[in-house]
């Protein structure tokens, strides 16, 4: 029996997963969505959704899930070959990634290969990893939201490999880790600027050189009290906030920063409404 992609979406929720719809034949959000930040696990909105539209495509959610997509292009147009780039970590004696995770083929002949990675670890998305000098290795990353099983693109079809389960996600190999963590924080030689440094370009300094793992908390506090000190929206500086979390070679979960930016705004309401 072959499965509607309301079949497949409503499969996905009931593994836990939230789900969006994409446009059909395509990997963007529909005109006007938020993409992945609009995916639910509420069937019935997946029933308005492809029970009305079932040629929409089908996007996965992976935040807050410590799941990761590690996207292997083969035989790409670009002429990038991700399978190449991954042989050429195994030359140099790295584990091979587990073949037993699911897997999905990309309607161009690539793999999805869905990993797990520890949730204190904030990864988004990004492409050429393992690149030395800006080129082209075929393997991108998404830990934030893929398009899946049954969604077709380019004449082609997300199909998962036989046998392979959503349930059965393996763990990301360190190697595979450490190179994401060292894309996101490139070592580059800014070198010396002479200019007075105000109050602000103080802030600004503090919030980039971030904290050791035993004092984000208090390190973050201190940055959002010295925020609102300026007057800014707390819009602007919740915004801020996050981007000195990431900052940090340790960031804490999105949670504990929302706990620390509600503390800081709702002591800062209290002390201006005496």
Do not use: C
Not at 134 to 161: C, I
Request: charged share 25%; proline share 6%.
């Amino acid at each position: 029996m072959t499965l509607s992609t309301l079949d497949w979406a409503l499969a996905y929720q009931k593994n836990g997963f939230a789900v969006y719809p994409l446009v059909p034949g395509d990997r963007i959000p529909l005109k006007g969505s938020h993409g992945y930040k609009d995916a639910t696990t509420d069937p019935e909105r997946a029933k308005e959704w492809w029970g009305q539209h079932p040629a929409y495509n089908i996007g996965l959610s992976l935040v807050d899930r410590g799941i990761l997509v590690l996207d292997i292009d083969r035989g790409h147009a670009s002429g990038s070959d991700g399978v190449a780039t991954i042989a050429a970590q195994y030359e140099k004696g790295m584990e091979r990634l587990p073949d037993d995770t699911y897997i999905e083929h990309t309607p161009r002949g690539g793999l999805h290969y869905f990993l797990s990675y520890p949730k204190d670890l904030h990864i988004t998305a990004n492409t050429n990893l393992f690149a030395s000098n800006g080129e082209d290795t075929g393997v991108d990353y998404n830990a934030l939201g893929v398009p899946v099983s049954p969604s077709q693109r380019s004449g082609g079809q997300y199909k998962p490999v036989e046998g392979r389960k959503l349930a059965g996600i393996r763990a990301a190999p360190n190697w595979v880790l450490a190179a994401i963590q060292s894309q996101n924080r490139p070592n580059v030689n800014f070198g010396a600027f002479g200019r007075r440094k105000t109050w602000a370009g103080k802030l600004l300094d503090e919030m980039v050189i971030g904290a050791e793992s035993g004092q984000r908390n208090s390190y973050l506090t201190k940055v959002a009290g010295k925020m609102f000190f300026t007057g800014a929206d707390p819009k602007t500086v919740y915004n801020l906030l996050l981007a000195a979390n990431e900052f940090m070679n340790e960031p804490l979960p999105d949670r504990e920063v929302n706990t620390i930016f509600k503390s800081v705004l709702k002591r800062e309401e209290t002390k201006y409404a005496r």
